[in-house]
């Protein structure tokens, strides 16, 4: 019923509303991930690290079932964006239903829109000099700090996937559904996302067509904003380095296609097209310890560490400064554990 209403909403939206194709709104459900992608430079399309929150890079995964609950903190730019995603699995008879619940805040956002002394580079009203009035603070200019107002944003991002074997091959389908409010104004929009895994030889590769065939969001003044389809396509392998397989080493990378969200920092562009390589490297010991180490989307070298105590396990990501220093760093934590161990000790503690 929820679905059928949202797309008649927007369907009714795109009918009488303007509509203006955006390269951004929907990245919350790409960097707002839990410790273990982030760490690996988000290149785990091909990987299937067996929790619910991997279904968020291909909604193939997890390719079997996984009572697995995990909570994370992400802490960017030195705390003035926080966020937290909850990622658990349902099972409804022989389906298995992943779910992820995604929220971000910002506060404290300065509007300084109508407090600008728009004066011109001679700073004396009226003399229609060529900075007068043109909505930029040219050398002489100034703010009035007593009209400066302040407003947040706030982000909540619902994911949820099933997967599904064809010819013997697995598919996945996500749907996602995202509401931001932003000042005074609210939106809601809905996407969908494909995924697709095989196995070939020694290397797993991972497909994943997001945002298919377009994903959009209705604001609250009718305004319309649509993102294009992408393409990612990731190979993984494992290799041990030991005798006993104890040392286990996982290298992966992904290979994202873009008609719109083209950056600096892409490894290929050419008019709106763009190519962005992302790379991963994790190594294991016995299951129990893991260093990570990865190349994201903005060409930063992540960093992680996972530690396995069988039914608990603790994972941290660090991710430094995207603008030469200027913003600080970025820090993940995940808690993971699996929900009937929880429960079970849950009700020894009532005894």
């Given at each position: 019923m929820?679905?059928?209403?949202?797309?008649?909403?927007?369907?009714?939206?795109?009918?009488?509303?303007?509509?203006?194709?955006?390269?951004?709104?929907?990245?919350?459900?790409?960097?707002?991930?839990?410790?273990?992608?982030?760490?690996?430079?988000?290149?785990?399309?091909?990987?299937?690290f067996?929790?619910?929150?991997?279904?968020?890079?291909?909604?193939?995964?997890?390719?079997?079932?996984?009572?697995?609950?995990?909570l994370?903190?992400?802490?960017?730019?030195?705390?003035?964006?926080?966020?937290?995603?909850?990622?658990?699995?349902?099972?409804?008879?022989?389906?298995?239903?992943?779910?992820?619940?995604?929220?971000?805040?910002?506060?404290?956002?300065?509007?300084?829109?109508s407090?600008?002394?728009?004066?011109?580079?001679?700073?004396?009203y009226?003399?229609?000099?060529?900075?007068?009035?043109n909505?930029i603070?040219?050398?002489?200019?100034r703010?009035?700090?007593?009209?400066?107002?302040?407003?947040?944003?706030?982000?909540?991002?619902?994911?949820?996937?099933?997967?599904?074997?064809?010819?013997?091959?697995?598919?996945?389908?996500?749907?996602?559904?995202?509401?931001?409010?932003?000042?005074?104004?609210?939106?809601?929009?809905?996407?969908?996302?494909?995924?697709?895994?095989?196995?070939?030889?020694?290397?797993?590769?991972?497909?994943?067509?997001?945002?298919?065939?377009?994903?959009?969001?209705?604001w609250?003044?009718?305004?319309?904003?649509?993102?294009?389809?992408s393409?990612?396509?990731?190979?993984?392998?494992?290799?041990?380095?030991?005798?006993?397989?104890?040392?286990?080493l996982?290298?992966?990378?992904?290979?994202?296609?873009?008609?719109?969200?083209?950056?600096?920092d892409?490894?290929?562009?050419?008019?709106?097209?763009?190519?962005?390589?992302?790379?991963g490297?994790?190594?294991?010991?016995?299951?129990?310890?893991?260093?990570?180490?990865?190349?994201?989307?903005?060409?930063?070298?992540?960093?992680?560490?996972?530690?396995?105590?069988?039914k608990f396990?603790?994972?941290?990501?660090?991710?430094?400064?995207?603008?030469?220093?200027?913003?600080?760093?970025?820090?993940?934590?995940?808690?993971?554990?699996?929900?009937?161990?929880?429960?079970?000790?849950?009700?020894?503690?009532?005894?």
């Amino acid at each position: 019923m929820i679905f059928k209403f949202l797309i008649y909403f927007l369907f009714v939206g795109y009918l009488f509303s303007s509509i203006s194709w955006v390269n951004y709104g929907w990245e919350l459900f790409d960097y707002i991930s839990e410790a273990r992608k982030a760490s690996l430079g988000n290149a785990t399309v091909a990987y299937n690290f067996n929790s619910p929150s991997s279904s968020l890079a291909n909604p193939c995964f997890p390719i079997n079932s996984t009572r697995k609950i995990s909570l994370t903190h992400q802490s960017r730019f030195a705390g003035i964006v926080n966020s937290e995603l909850v990622s658990f699995q349902l099972k409804n008879k022989e389906r298995l239903i992943n779910i992820n619940l995604i929220f971000e805040g910002i506060s404290n956002i300065p509007d300084t829109r109508s407090a600008l002394f728009d004066w011109g580079y001679d700073g004396q009203y009226g003399t229609n000099d060529s900075g007068e009035s043109n909505g930029i603070i040219d050398e002489g200019e100034r703010l009035d700090i007593n009209k400066i107002k302040f407003f947040s944003q706030r982000r909540f991002g619902f994911h949820v996937t099933s997967n599904f074997v064809f010819n013997e091959l697995p598919y996945g389908i996500g749907l996602k559904i995202i509401s931001t409010s932003l000042g005074n104004q609210n939106g809601i929009g809905i996407g969908l996302d494909f995924g697709f895994y095989k196995k070939i030889m020694e290397y797993d590769l991972g497909v994943v067509i997001k945002n298919f065939p377009a994903s959009g969001m209705m604001w609250s003044n009718g305004y319309i904003e649509g993102t294009g389809l992408s393409a990612e396509f990731g190979l993984h392998r494992s290799f041990f380095v030991l005798d006993g397989n104890a040392i286990e080493l996982n290298t992966m990378s992904s290979f994202i296609f873009n008609n719109s969200n083209k950056s600096m920092d892409s490894f290929f562009s050419k008019e709106n097209i763009s190519l962005d390589i992302l790379y991963g490297m994790e190594l294991t010991y016995k299951k129990s310890i893991m260093l990570r180490l990865g190349q994201n989307f903005d060409t930063q070298v992540a960093g992680g560490i996972g530690l396995n105590w069988d039914k608990f396990i603790i994972d941290y990501a660090f991710l430094p400064s995207s603008i030469n220093g200027i913003f600080a760093n970025h820090h993940l934590i995940s808690l993971s554990t699996y929900l009937d161990w929880l429960l079970a000790k849950i009700k020894d503690n009532k005894k």
